[in-house]
Structures are given as C-alpha cells and as structure tokens.
C-alpha cells in the first residue's frame, strides 16, 4: 500500500473511500472545451441553406452557440455571394463583431478554401483575432489538395508569436504530429504558453475516424498538450464519444458534418453544440465556459 499523504489522505489516484483498499481510480475530471466550427468553407449555401454565410447569420449563430455551451468559434467567412473570402476587412469587422455580441474565443480559420494562397493566409494575423487554426502538414482533400510545406507553416508559426496570436495546432494525419513536435522543437512554445491541438480526423485523404486511431495520435502528442477532436461526415459521433472517453476535448459544427443523423440535415450549429454539452454533461465534464477556455489556452484578455 501506498504511504499516506501528511495530511493522511491516500495519494492522489487513489481511492479515499472507507474502508476501501487502495486502488488507481480514474484522473481528475475536468470540463469540456467546446469548440463550433460553423460555416466552413466547403458546403454551398444554396446546397445547405442553414450554413451561416452573412455576418448577421454568423452572429446569431455565435450567440445561440455559446447558450448551448461553446466556448471557442473557429471562423471561416463569405463574401456577398457566399463564396469562401480570406478579406482583410471583412475578417477584421467579423472579429470584431463576434467580441461585441459574444464572449466566445475568435479563432480565425489560417486554412481557408484549398485554393487560397499562403500569403492571403497568412495575412489573416493581421485582422487580430485572440486565436488561429494551423495545420501542420499538407493533407489530400477529397479530389484537392490542402496545402501546408514545412517553410509555410514555420512563417506562420513565427508570425502568431510576433502578433500575439493563440494558435490550435490542426492535425489531419499523423505525420502531422511529428511536425508539431519539430515546429515545438525549432521555435518554442507558442503565445500563451500552452499547446492545443485539434484532430481532424475522417477527411478522404487523412487519418480514418476511429477510436483506435484517435488513440494513436493523442499517444503521439507532445507532455502536456490539451486536444480537441472533429470527426468530418459520418465519422461524427464515433470521434465525438471515442474523445470524451480519453480525456479530450471536442468541436463541432457545419464545417464538419452538414448531417445530424442518417437522412437527417443539421437544421442549425447549435442543435449540434447543444448535442455535445448534452454528452459532456453525461460524461461529468461539463461544458467550460469562455473565462475558463481562455486560463486553458492561455488567451489573454480582449485587446
Ligand atoms: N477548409 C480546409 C481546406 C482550417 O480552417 O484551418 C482547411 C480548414 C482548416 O478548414
Ligand atoms: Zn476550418
């Protein structure tokens, strides 16, 4: 048996019930990050007519998301014909419209549309958000290519550093993990000191979206890191239970999946966060609430 603490408590991961024999129990619970991912840049409005494409739309989405308990909106926007834009301008009043009529993180999307170009990406920075996505590694895409060389990906690393920025470190592959470890390994920490990922898994072209291979990357990730997990289409529900399982955190929304059930469309973003803070809440992790994503991640105070 294991010494008693001073204060004569077991041990931290053991079980403290009377006369229980000493036992591994299961690790501090902790709150769920949910993270909605509402609009994308994949699915056409007139295909999805819920897909929040106008800032009004966006809005009202962000607001009803945060009641349903998210915490964290990953933004991808449109222009006036609901094409996929990386607009400076727009970018920058988006931002600051999610601040004012919400108190969600505003993670912008440096990934866009596949056919955006590394400069327009990377000037994304500059609309100031409190977060951004960043993929590291290029991923075949369906029939596209999404596009991350080591030397872009480095650009924008640095630049999150020099501006301030809290980026999500997105994993589509496992290869992707390795150059999580060596961007980690040649530029150091990132803003706010803490590391979080985001597995993307079930892309046609990425790593498949199950349990096993949920459980795979996350052995994979660097001492300390806090993950999400997303799983794209009909790989939905399984990454969603197979992450709360292991301790991780999740994302939802539009971006990911348009289906609710099999033959069933998502009639908005918050009927899928509302699901998620339902299973969260089943999994006696709770969803967190902004203040409390922002101590996770290390997002400073709005500027
Ligand atoms: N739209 C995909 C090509 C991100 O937002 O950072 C890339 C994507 C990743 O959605
Ligand atoms: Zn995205």
Redesign the pocket.
Same mark, same amino acid.
């Given at each position: 048996m294991t010494n008693p603490t001073p204060a004569g408590r077991p041990a931290a991961g053991q079980d403290d019930r009377p006369g229980q024999a000493a036992r591994p129990r299961a690790p501090a619970q902790h709150g769920t990050l949910i993270t909605v991912a509402p609009t994308?840049?994949?699915s056409l409005k007139s295909a999805v007519p819920a897909l929040p494409v106008t800032l009004d739309e966006l809005v009202t989405t962000a607001k009803e998301c945060q009641a349903a308990g998210a915490a964290v909106i990953?933004v991808?926007i449109r222009d006036d014909r609901a094409q996929p834009t990386l607009d400076l301008a727009r970018l920058t009043d988006t931002v600051a419209a999610l601040r004012e009529s919400t108190d969600l993180i505003v993670q912008l999307?440096?990934?866009?549309? !596949?056919t955006d170009g590394f400069a327009s990406r990377l000037a994304v920075l500059d609309a100031a958000p409190d977060a951004c996505?960043l993929?590291c590694g290029t991923v075949n895409?369906g029939d596209e290519v999404?596009s991350n060389p080591w030397p872009f990906i480095r650009d924008l690393y640095a630049r999150t550093k020099e501006l301030g920025v809290v980026p999500e470190f997105?994993l589509f592959d496992l290869g992707h993990v390795a150059t999580l470890h060596r961007l980690l390994g040649d530029l150091g920490a990132p803003h706010g000191g803490h590391v979080h990922c985001d597995l !993307?898994m079930g892309v046609p072209g990425g790593m498949p979206g199950n349990a096993a291979t949920l459980v795979q990357a996350v052995s994979a990730l660097p001492p300390g890191a806090t993950w999400s997990a997303t799983g794209i289409g009909r790989t939905t529900l399984p990454v969603m239970f197979a992450a709360l399982s292991a301790g991780g955190h999740l994302r939802v929304g539009m971006?990911d999946t348009v289906s609710f059930a099999r033959g069933r469309p998502v009639t908005s973003n918050a009927e899928l966060v509302e699901r998620a803070a339902a299973l969260a809440e089943l999994a006696q992790r709770p969803p967190m609430r902004p203040d409390e994503a922002r101590t996770l991640l290390g997002v400073s105070g709005r500027r």
């Amino acid at each position: 048996m294991t010494n008693p603490t001073p204060a004569g408590r077991p041990a931290a991961g053991q079980d403290d019930r009377p006369g229980q024999a000493a036992r591994p129990r299961a690790p501090a619970q902790h709150g769920t990050l949910i993270t909605v991912a509402p609009t994308g840049a994949e699915s056409l409005k007139s295909a999805v007519p819920a897909l929040p494409v106008t800032l009004d739309e966006l809005v009202t989405t962000a607001k009803e998301c945060q009641a349903a308990g998210a915490a964290v909106i990953h933004v991808h926007i449109r222009d006036d014909r609901a094409q996929p834009t990386l607009d400076l301008a727009r970018l920058t009043d988006t931002v600051a419209a999610l601040r004012e009529s919400t108190d969600l993180i505003v993670q912008l999307s440096t990934g866009g549309a !596949v056919t955006d170009g590394f400069a327009s990406r990377l000037a994304v920075l500059d609309a100031a958000p409190d977060a951004c996505s960043l993929t590291c590694g290029t991923v075949n895409f369906g029939d596209e290519v999404f596009s991350n060389p080591w030397p872009f990906i480095r650009d924008l690393y640095a630049r999150t550093k020099e501006l301030g920025v809290v980026p999500e470190f997105e994993l589509f592959d496992l290869g992707h993990v390795a150059t999580l470890h060596r961007l980690l390994g040649d530029l150091g920490a990132p803003h706010g000191g803490h590391v979080h990922c985001d597995l !993307v898994m079930g892309v046609p072209g990425g790593m498949p979206g199950n349990a096993a291979t949920l459980v795979q990357a996350v052995s994979a990730l660097p001492p300390g890191a806090t993950w999400s997990a997303t799983g794209i289409g009909r790989t939905t529900l399984p990454v969603m239970f197979a992450a709360l399982s292991a301790g991780g955190h999740l994302r939802v929304g539009m971006e990911d999946t348009v289906s609710f059930a099999r033959g069933r469309p998502v009639t908005s973003n918050a009927e899928l966060v509302e699901r998620a803070a339902a299973l969260a809440e089943l999994a006696q992790r709770p969803p967190m609430r902004p203040d409390e994503a922002r101590t996770l991640l290390g997002v400073s105070g709005r500027r």
